[in-house]
């Protein structure tokens, strides 16, 4: 068999060392591991999902993958989108599932934010793991999404907080996120390396978002300091915190 470096691209490399880095850091994948793969169809969950089903090739531990795929009422085309996931990844021999996350249906006034529409996101998946019989849950969330969510509850909430590479969920459901490592730059890089088949995102409050603010924010720090965003997250998350 040729050597990694031979089989793969310099940009699947790099991905692929990150990831494996938080693997071995966080202890995220062990030996007959059931993981439901959150797949939006954007560039983070589609580079998740391929890179674990290549790692899991030639991993020395073995786990399956079970991608599921959440509907979001508030969207027009949401079942267009489903439609076209569930195409991409059939032709990967990953068959999809999906689950409609009521969104609009449960809010209030009507209006949708993030913060609400992640819960019920985060709660379908719980319920479609439990279906499965999965006992972790991978979510796309990369490194500048972690250091962006140290600021938010900074900033917002007066609180040093952010997503943990891992967490126990209800004492049985491990939330799992093997990009941690990973810059956005990295995975915009892959993508465009080996074309893979995303689907825009088609949110009408993505660009309004306090989020968007963040990454602004880390952007221009990271260009005066390139620690930024790993001091960033030391700061919650602390020593264990490598990368």
Same mark, same amino acid.
Request: hydrophobic share 40%; aromatic share 8%; proline share 5%.
């Given at each position: 068999?040729?050597?990694?470096?031979?089989?793969?691209?310099?940009?699947?490399?790099?991905?692929?060392?990150?990831? @494996?880095?938080?693997?071995?850091?966080?202890?995220?994948? +062990?030996?007959?591991?059931?993981?439901?793969?959150?797949?939006?169809?954007?560039?983070?969950?589609?580079?998740?999902?391929?890179?674990?089903?290549?790692?899991?090739?030639?991993?020395?531990?073995?786990?399956?993958?079970?991608?599921?795929?959440?509907?979001?009422?508030?969207? +027009?085309?949401? @079942?267009?989108?489903?439609?076209?996931?569930?195409?991409?990844?059939?032709?990967?021999?990953?068959?999809?599932?999906?689950?409609?996350?009521?969104?609009?249906?449960?809010?209030?006034?009507?209006?949708?934010?993030?913060?609400?529409?992640?819960?019920?996101?985060?709660?379908?998946?719980?319920?479609?793991?439990?279906?499965?019989?999965?006992?972790?849950?991978?979510?796309?969330?990369?490194?500048?999404?972690?250091?962006?969510?140290?600021?938010?509850?900074?900033?917002?909430?007066?609180?040093?907080?952010?997503?943990?590479?891992?967490?126990?969920?209800?004492?049985?459901?491990?939330?799992?996120?093997?990009?941690?490592?990973?810059?956005?730059?990295?995975?915009?890089?892959?993508?465009?390396?080996?074309?893979?088949?995303?689907?825009?995102?088609?949110?009408?409050?993505?660009?309004?978002?306090?989020?968007?603010?963040?990454?602004?924010?880390?952007?221009?720090?990271?260009?005066?300091?390139?620690?930024?965003?790993?001091?960033?997250?030391?700061?919650?998350? @602390?020593?264990?915190?490598?990368?």
């Amino acid at each position: 068999m040729a050597p990694l470096r031979k089989r793969f691209s310099k940009q699947h490399l790099t991905v692929s060392r990150k990831i @494996g880095r938080a693997i071995h850091d966080f202890n995220l994948i +062990e030996d007959g591991d059931r993981i439901l793969v959150g797949v939006s169809g954007g560039k983070d969950s589609l580079t998740l999902l391929k890179m674990l089903d290549t790692i899991r090739s030639y991993a020395p531990v073995k786990f399956s993958l079970h991608p599921v795929h959440v509907i979001l009422d508030f969207l +027009e085309d949401s @079942g267009e989108r489903a439609d076209a996931l569930i195409k991409i990844l059939s032709e990967w021999d990953l068959p999809c599932e999906t689950m409609e996350a009521p969104v609009k249906r449960e809010s209030v006034d009507g209006t949708v934010n993030c913060f609400f529409c992640s819960w019920v996101r985060r709660r379908q998946l719980f319920h479609s793991a439990e279906k499965l019989k999965c006992n972790k849950v991978a979510l796309g969330h990369h490194k500048d999404d972690i250091a962006q969510t140290v600021l938010l509850n900074l900033f917002y909430h007066g609180r040093k907080f952010t997503m943990m590479p891992t967490i126990l969920m209800f004492g049985k459901i491990h939330i799992i996120r093997p990009l941690s490592y990973v810059d956005e730059r990295d995975i915009l890089r892959y993508v465009e390396k080996e074309n893979l088949p995303i689907l825009e995102g088609t949110c009408p409050y993505s660009s309004v978002s306090k989020r968007k603010i963040m990454a602004e924010i880390v952007e221009r720090m990271q260009k005066e300091t390139p620690h930024a965003k790993s001091n960033i997250i030391r700061s919650t998350i @602390g020593p264990q915190w490598k990368y």
